[in-house]
């Protein structure tokens, strides 16, 4: 039975079991999800990219952070409360970019303390999150087996962010890498 937010009212854990082979539909629907998450990322990026190099959003401050946060509520209750239909389908998703850009905006002062306290953990994060959605891309666009859309997603996911950050340690000579 479906809620009024579109969701199921029950979850049977054992779906999470079933290794069949995933139908085309759901291989469209799975790309269609991870391209849009990795959009957001982007657009999440841009609002705290805006936010920490412009001094006219940082001077209106709380300001900025109540606009951010009310925005991101108005996005999140379109989404939520709209109807899932192919005429809707655009607004939805440039809601969902809002969702994120003002969400972005929104954590600007913790990405600019971040900046201050480690300027490379910035760049680490960004790349292993941008890697883990490529990597889960991939897997579900190369496979219809389930099992190996779950496996190919998470060994793409550990090598990508493994030789991303040995690249990154050439260039940044991190101690941390030798004492783990």
Not at 130 to 135: G, M, P, R, S, T
Request: hydrophobic residues 50%; contains cysteine; glycine residues 8%.
């Amino acid at each position: 039975m479906m809620s009024r937010t579109g969701t199921s009212r029950y979850f049977d854990p054992n779906v999470l079991f079933r290794f069949r082979d995933i139908e085309k539909p759901v291989q469209i629907h799975l790309k269609n999800v991870y391209s849009l998450l990795s959009v957001g990322l982007i657009a999440a990026s841009i609002g705290s990219f805006v936010f920490a190099t412009s001094s006219f959003i940082q001077y209106w401050g709380f300001g900025t952070l109540l606009l951010s946060a009310v925005v991101s509520i108005a996005s999140c209750c379109y989404i939520m409360f709209t109807e899932h239909t192919e005429s809707r389908l655009w607004s939805r998703m440039v809601a969902f970019l809002v969702f994120t850009l003002s969400t972005g905006v929104g954590l600007g002062p913790l990405v600019n303390f971040a900046l201050q306290v480690n300027p490379s953990s910035l760049p680490a994060a960004l790349l292993g999150t941008a890697i883990i959605f490529v990597a889960f891309t991939f897997a579900s666009l190369l496979t219809r087996k389930r099992a190996f859309i779950y496996l190919g997603g998470i060994l793409g996911m550990a090598i990508g962010v493994i030789s991303t950050f040995g690249l990154m340690n050439l260039f940044l000579r991190s101690p941390a890498l030798f004492q783990v």
